[in-house]
């Protein structure tokens, strides 16, 4: 059987985490070739220059495709998008992959995938069919799910979307979020290890805080942090662990605040570019509430039995578990908000929460995604999708 190529693309610290399995499963496979093209703010220092991280975890970049601007504008973005279709088209025009397989709803894919369109090469869509209702990613998202040929969701109910969009059932497939196998398959810090590498003690109740910008919200994201700082400098007991925000429109000005209020107290709360894979787990873990608006408290959090008090609207939309307070993006509520999380009682009540996105619970959703790619890979695609029309009842109509 020939070697058939697949590329994957990274375009941030968050979505290499939930691909790294994937990518170790492809680059194991003797009957596939891994092409790694890693782009967006991985090559960024404002971001920490985290493809260095990747390449610390012994993996070979096949590609360094840069597209961001110095600023985080709605023109700059434009800006990286053409650089991005630029870019991908040379790239799959040289190297011709089997498939390219993105992941999210990110701005960055929806080019990419156009250019994978273009040149002929099929997409593999990872967490297509969710919803982020507030956020311009919903867009994207979707955008991305009409472009891809094979599907891969996180949840039935996600599957039933990506039907509902017209895509054929034999290549939407529901096996669970790969980001997942993070928790069978990799080891995490111990408490005190943990504690040593934050330069905390972990004998207060300390948060872990993750905001983003929220893309429907132009104009808005200083005052929304602002109201997060405020109701977390209002609990004197607590500390807290920050991670900074994406490269999204006003993510530096996020970032700005959070090195300042971090600065002011330093032995209270610690400021990371990134905490990478390992080390963001482990806080999960051991860490006592997580506030913000990043997907993983709905996505790995429940995994932990970990209180998440989710501010705003950029997650509206999405499946959660009980581990989820939603509040709106002021200080007061958010306070309130989280001494509910910390309470005894809201912990004590998520012994044996399940994961809705983790289906098989074995640590072998990459594998299982990979096997369908591979079998994929060395059957024709066809260059035109058919549109699958649902069936509709009179009642319906």
């Known amino acids: 059987m020939r070697i058939a190529q697949i590329a994957i693309c990274t375009t941030t610290r968050a979505d290499y985490g939930l691909l790294y399995w994937l990518i170790r499963e492809i680059e194991a496979d003797p009957e596939l070739a891994l092409l790694l093209y890693v782009t967006g703010s991985h090559l960024s220092s404002a971001f920490g220059n985290t493809v260095q991280e990747i390449e610390a975890d012994g993996l070979a970049v096949s590609r360094r495709i840069e597209i961001l601007e110095a600023d985080d504008g709605p023109t700059a973005a434009s800006i990286a998008a053409g650089r991005a ?16 397989v993105l992941l999210g709803d990110r701005f960055e894919i929806v080019p990419i995938a156009v250019a994978a369109v273009i040149h002929g090469v099929p997409v593999a869509h990872l967490h297509g069919g969710e919803t982020s209702q507030g956020a311009v990613d919903e867009y994207f998202r979707h955008a991305v799910t009409k472009l891809a040929s094979l599907h891969f969701t996180a949840t039935e109910a996600y599957r039933r979307r990506v039907l509902q969009m017209g895509e054929a059932p034999a290549t939407v497939h529901n096996l669970g979020a790969p980001g997942l196998d993070h928790l069978h398959r990799t080891p995490l810090l111990t408490r005190e290890a943990l504690a040593d590498e934050l330069g905390l003690t972990l004998d207060h109740p300390t948060l872990l805080v993750t905001y983003h910008p929220v893309t429907t ?30 490269a999204d429109p006003e993510g530096q000005a996020i970032n700005a605040r959070l090195a300042e209020f971090c600065a002011a107290q330093p032995e209270r709360y610690r400021l990371f ?11 999960l873990r051991h860490l006592s509430l997580m506030v913000g608006n990043s997907s993983s408290g709905l996505l790995e959090a429940p995994s932990f039995e970990l209180p998440v008090v989710n ?3 950029r997650q509206h939309g999405r499946i959660r578990a009980a581990n989820v307070i939603q509040v709106v ?25 399940q994961n809705p996105y983790d289906r098989f619970n074995d640590g072998r959703v990459s594998a299982r995604i990979k096997d369908e790619l591979k079998a994929f890979a060395h059957a024709p695609v066809a260059r035109c999708k058919t549109f699958v029309d649902l069936e509709w009842t009179h009642d319906e109509i």
Do not use: H, M, W
């Open 85 to 100: 279709a630029a870019g991908f088209g040379e790239a799959f025009a040289q190297d011709r992959p089997a498939f390219v």
């Open 217 to 246: 919200e132009p104009g808005e994201a200083v005052r929304q942090i602002d109201a997060i700082l405020a109701a977390i400098a209002d609990l004197d007991t607590v500390q807290a662990v920050f991670t900074k925000a994406n």
């Open 273 to 283: 570019n990134n905490l990478g894979t390992r080390r963001y787990l482990s806080c």
């Open 311 to 313: 501010v705003g609207a």
């Open 329 to 353: 993006c002021e200080t007061e509520p958010i306070r309130q908000a989280v001494e509910q999380g910390l309470s005894a009682e809201f912990r004590n009540g998520l012994a044996g929460l």
